[in-house]
């Protein structure tokens, strides 16, 4: 049974830089929720915030209702976190990355062979990772964020750098990961991509703009693709914070 993931008004500030600005959010189940959004609308603070790597300014993520950032180290071996920034050794080969990994969360060598081959890079193993293409570098962050098989899974970006025919095999993985029960949050600038989602959070400067299905947001934009969707959902929504308005300003808050 997956954990529930819940976020009552959460609010993350950097010094004058309101990164979330009230978020209510509530996963289980068992869903892939793609995170959507301009770049700084802040879906790497949410995921840190809900990772519990990030202590809230105000409001709460909690799972199974305790504060990420008191989970226990039990609990936490059941989350992976692939990071935007790149996060593994330069200096090891693919396997000893995904290897050190694996004995963190004490998992063995099979748990390894299975994430290179999720992957697609068992044959290339052995390799170090400075002579690796960007692509393979991000799929052994990828190996190394999911080797101990996590209930939770929170992958920011993952697909960047990644061709068009990898993008849709790790999206197979995704999938089957979430049919096995898992709880996977991936954020992503292609929106082609998160038609395969279940729901897609749509942020903009550190609000929920939109959270909705797929078919939803075509549905309420009376559009076809998910990219019509989204700019016809920017171009209807109240204006933001710092743009003026034709009714005389937003509320402030
Ligand atoms: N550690 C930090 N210190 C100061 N400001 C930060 C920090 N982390 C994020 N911010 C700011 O918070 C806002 C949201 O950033 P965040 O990284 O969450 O956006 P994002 O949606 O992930 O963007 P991108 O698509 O570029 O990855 C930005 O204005 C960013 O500059
Ligand atoms: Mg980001």
Redesign the pocket.
């Known amino acids: 049974m997956p954990p529930t993931l819940r976020t009552t008004d959460l609010r993350r500030e950097?010094?004058s830089?309101t990164?979330l600005d009230g978020v209510d959010l509530s996963l289980g189940d068992g869903e892939i929720l793609g995170v959507a959004?301009?770049?700084?609308?802040?879906?790497?603070?949410?995921i840190r915030c809900l990772l519990g790597l990030l202590r809230p300014t105000a409001g709460e993520a909690t799972v199974d209702g305790t504060p990420t950032e008191a989970l226990a180290a039990a609990d936490r071996r059941h989350i992976g976190y692939m990071p935007?920034a790149r996060a593994i050794y330069d200096d090891l080969t693919v396997r000893e990355n995904v290897a050190f990994f694996a004995s963190l969360y004490g998992v063995g060598d099979d748990a390894v062979d299975r994430a290179l081959s999720f992957v697609d890079l068992a044959d290339r193993a052995s390799a170090r990772i400075g002579e690796l293409s960007g692509g393979m570098v991000r799929r052994t962050s990828l190996a190394c964020a999911l080797v101990h098989d996590p209930e939770i899974l929170f992958l920011d970006?993952p697909t960047v750098g990644l061709d068009p025919k990898l993008r849709a095999s790790m999206w197979d993985g995704f999938r089957q990961r979430r049919n096995d029960g898992a709880l996977v949050v991936v954020?992503t600038?292609y929106l082609g991509e998160v038609s395969r989602c279940d729901r897609v959070l749509f942020?903009r400067e550190?609000r929920v703009l939109a959270l909705d299905s797929p078919e939803g947001f075509l549905d309420r934009t009376d559009t076809r693709d998910l990219e019509m969707a989204f700019l016809a959902l920017l171009e209807n929504a109240p204006p933001a914070r710092g743009e003026s308005s034709p009714a005389g300003g937003e509320e402030s808050r």
């Open positions: 950097f010094g830089i990164a959004g301009p770049n700084g609308s802040g879906k790497t603070t949410l935007q970006e954020s600038h942020l550190g």
